[in-house]
């Protein structure tokens, strides 16, 4: 018996003492500051590749092609930004801050309603097999259509304006959810749908408790490219459905107008705003979920 207690001892010992100092921590938590650093720097590096793409383009152009109209930089884009986020500049007598607000909030209005029909259509696709096989037809059709394909028919339902433009950004990013998120509650494995049906968990339960926290990282990835494919979408479809109001709707009056400086303000604008959105939201939460479900490095 003290033959097994001795190195057992020790050994918990050993334990309780790497515990108490703290290293495994101090450890967890450097590598977690090491790679948001890592991902910044990695991001920056990015960003600062596509405004040099960029700065290559327009020199080129100015220097070689120009006829008329300069093809704004990347230095000009930012002091018009600037001047229309101060007040200097407004588009249509509109200040900049309401055009942007007015897409942000068509925006959360289409996605969010997209996120409510795409969950439900998600989860009964998921969970019954007659309706994944009958139901993935018609939503693959969906996904097939392009955005602007919808014009004519939110024509003819909404006519021109608000509505038809929160129509567009809806039907765009209904499939890519149902899809992810079907295909996520799929994926849960076999045996834990027969223990959760031996334990007596109620079909709420076993839904809430057991397939949507396996399905979670595919949810949210289901979220990004919506998220993607409904801000695309809504800069289109202000151009076209006849706003007078918005980001789009900016590009489009600034181009009419042969003002390129502030349509490539408004562009930026537009890449600034999605990159928020996915780095600094969806980004974060599909790490935290990853980790929680053991598909992702603490």
Not at 200 to 223: E, H, K, Q, R, W
Not at 239 to 266: E, H, K, P, Q, R
Request: aromatic content about 12%.
């Amino acid at each position: 018996m003290n033959l097994l207690k001795s190195p057992f001892s020790s050994r918990d010992n050993r334990i309780k003492e790497e515990i108490l100092s703290g290293e495994d921590v101090v450890s967890t938590s450097g590598v977690r500051a090491w790679n948001l650093v890592r991902k910044m720097i990695v991001f920056l590096i990015g960003v600062c590749f596509v405004i040099l793409i960029w700065y290559f383009a327009a020199w080129y152009y100015n220097t070689y092609m120009m006829y008329a109209l300069r093809f704004p930089d990347p230095t000009s884009a930012f002091e018009r930004l600037y001047g229309l986020w101060v007040g200097d500049y407004k588009i249509s007598g509109v200040e900049f801050s309401d055009h942007i607000i007015a897409s942000l909030r068509r925006w959360v209005i289409g996605f969010s309603l997209a996120f409510l029909i795409g969950l439900t259509i998600g989860v009964l696709m998921g969970v019954n097999e007659k309706i994944y096989e009958f139901g993935s037809v018609p939503i693959t059709i969906l996904q097939m259509i392009p955005g602007l394909a919808w014009f004519p028919v939110t024509i003819l339902l909404f006519g021109f304006g608000e509505e038809s433009a929160i129509f567009i950004i809806s039907i765009t990013v209904i499939s890519p959810i149902a899809i992810s998120i079907a295909n996520g509650i799929r994926r849960v494995p076999s045996v834990y749908r027969r223990l959760s049906a031996m334990s007596g968990m109620s079909y709420t339960d076993n839904l809430i408790g057991v397939l949507i926290p396996f399905a979670a990282l595919d949810i949210v990835t289901g979220l990004r490219i919506g998220m993607a494919n409904g801000w695309r979408m809504l800069i289109s479809a202000e151009m076209v459905v006849g706003v007078i109001i918005g980001l789009g709707y900016s590009i489009d009056a600034a181009v009419a107008l042969s003002n390129y400086t502030t349509a490539f303000a408004c562009i930026v604008v537009i890449c600034i705003i999605g990159l928020v959105i996915d780095k600094l939201i969806l980004s974060p939460i599909e790490s935290y979920v990853s980790t929680k479900t053991g598909l992702g490095a603490e």
